[in-house]
């Protein structure tokens, strides 16, 4: 028997799994992740409880099995960063997560002193605080970290890093491409660091780790863990791992990933994409794990959303009560929520727009609210497709879903609607820790091919129903909903237009 431990460390908790190589799932564990947030708009994890979290997954995915896994992939939540001495391995700052806004003012002045093109044509993002340079940027403006990292002392990565760093003992020190390609430090062309951004936010090239593909092996995890060594063959950022784990590696394909947030990829195949504006060039992987190019579009407030209901307001006990919920009113009563809790992303950029429920009544319920919640992660998603389309000319026949919200059976249909395309669910939506099992499993031979990885793999479709004038009226109704929550970051051009439409009232 050949199977692959695979670990999806994620934003709120870890999952592991335990993959056959007939696609079936021996073993499953899973160990919620502690939120921090110190100040409004940042966000934080202890970087040690993200380690025993992953390790406590993998033993309990591992219980009761005789058999040693063939190999390693792990998965991870993107951009977010740890910084860690380089002898003892113990982190010296908290982790600074990917929702975290601390550095919008910083962004800002790289807008204004006209930065935006150079990074958008060398690393195929935007000056936003989501991506990890400023991040780490903010870290080393310690002068005492400083110092350390300029001496040689200090290791910094994304949470793969992190993870392979202490695993191997401080052996080995690395990034794939895809992870790297989130940092805003990671020249898409060649496919390495680029110096010029690095002297702009003033990170030692020694601090960071180097790249390496995505499947391939790096190094054996300590026995201690497990009682063994065992092989890290796969290293993927969590959506790229999902849009692999889905099949998509040829040009063309498409997938959602429904978490915390939302993220929209298509496959770009070897050549690198000159997406126009609002949309994401990133790295993504080929069939054999190979560095390839992807478009995306992010939506950083999804299943959070969702959450904020329960934990926030208290008006659900669990997620899943808000399908029967959704289903009970015929519509949202005229209510949209825009759940711009850390800003918004794709197409707008703008970190400073702030969560806004609009078109609330006497008469608006709890289960209005939850409808609203649920076909915002929609209405956003449509936003993404709809930004990809205009950027690259894109003909999307169906969209690939996965994540926790994609079980949610009327939200993946409304997806249809507003979408316009069909949606496809897979039979096991756990697709980002498959995508990573996967890329060990084709290094270590476990599989030869994706074809052969997915075989047997069942889609439920979701047919559009909705007809084009309800879906251009719909979307036009989110569209007004995204503008009152963007009048926060932009009151200047908010009351100039308020100023406009009252004077001509007069006249």
């Not at 113990?90 to 204004?112: F, G, H, K, N």
């Not at 690939?400 to 039979?427: S, Y």
Request: with cysteine; charged share 20%; aromatic share 8%.
């Amino acid at each position: 028997m050949s199977c692959i431990l695979a670990l999806d460390q994620g934003t709120t908790g870890s999952t592991a799994l335990l993959v056959h190589e007939d696609g079936t799932v021996l073993g499953r564990g899973y160990r919620e992740l502690t939120q921090h947030f110190p100040q409004p708009g940042w966000v934080e994890h202890d970087p040690e409880e993200i380690l025993q979290g992953s390790v406590d997954a993998m033993r309990q995915a591992l219980r009761g099995m005789r058999e040693r896994p063939a190999g390693l992939g792990i998965t991870n939540q993107r951009e977010t960063v740890v910084l860690w001495d380089r002898r003892t391995l113990t982190p010296v700052a908290p982790a600074i997560v990917w929702q975290d806004r601390r550095t919008s003012a910083r962004c800002r002045e790289l807008r204004d002193a006209g930065l935006e093109p150079f990074l958008r044509e060398r690393t195929g993002l935007v000056a936003d605080p989501y991506f990890s340079a400023t991040k780490l940027e903010w870290l080393l403006g310690d002068p005492d970290l400083r110092g350390r990292a300029e001496r040689g002392e200090l290791a910094a990565g994304t949470v793969e890093s992190w993870l392979v760093a202490r695993f191997t003992g401080g052996q080995v020190h690395v990034s794939d491409h895809t992870n790297a390609s989130r940092t805003l430090l990671y020249d898409l062309g060649s496919r390495d660091w680029t110096p010029e951004l690095l002297a702009t936010f003033g990170i030692p090239r020694e601090l960071l780790p180097s790249i390496v593909p995505s499947a391939g092996a790096i190094g054996d995890m300590d026995a201690a863990y497990f009682g063994y060594p065992l092989t890290i063959a796969g290293l993927a950022g969590d959506q790229q791992s999902a849009l692999f784990g889905q099949g998509c590696c040829e040009p063309g394909f498409a997938k959602n990933t429904y978490g915390t947030g939302a993220f929209l990829l298509v496959h770009q195949g070897d050549r690198l994409p000159r997406p126009g504006a609002g949309v994401l060039a990133t790295a993504a992987c080929g069939p054999r794990g190979e560095p390839a190019y992807a478009l995306e579009g992010s939506v950083f407030v999804a299943g959070a959303a969702v959450q904020w209901l329960r934990d926030g307001l208290g008006l659900i006990e669990r997620a899943e009560e808000t399908d029967a919920l959704a289903r009970s009113v015929p519509n949202t009563g005229g209510v949209h929520f825009v759940p711009a809790f850390v800003g918004l992303g794709t197409p707008h950029w703008e970190p400073e727009a702030r969560g806004t429920i609009t078109g609330l009544t006497r008469g608006t319920s709890r289960a209005h609210l939850a409808r609203a919640a649920l076909e915002a992660i929609a209405f956003s998603s449509a936003e993404l497709l709809e930004a990809m389309a205009g950027a690259g000319g894109l003909n999307v026949p169906a969209l690939r879903v996965d994540g926790g919200a994609a079980a949610n059976d009327w939200m993946m249909q409304f997806q249809a609607d507003i979408l316009g395309v069909p949606v496809e669910r897979p039979d096991m939506i756990e697709t980002t820790a498959l995508g990573a099992a996967g890329l060990a499993g084709i290094a270590l031979g476990v599989w030869r091919n994706p074809a052969e990885f997915l075989a047997g793999r069942r889609f439920a479709r979701f047919e559009p129903a909705m007809g084009a004038g309800e879906r251009r009226d719909r979307l036009d109704g989110w569209r007004r909903a995204v503008g009152a929550a963007l009048a926060w970051a932009r009151p200047d051009l908010e009351s100039g237009r308020a100023k406009v439409e009252h004077s001509e009232s007069r006249i």
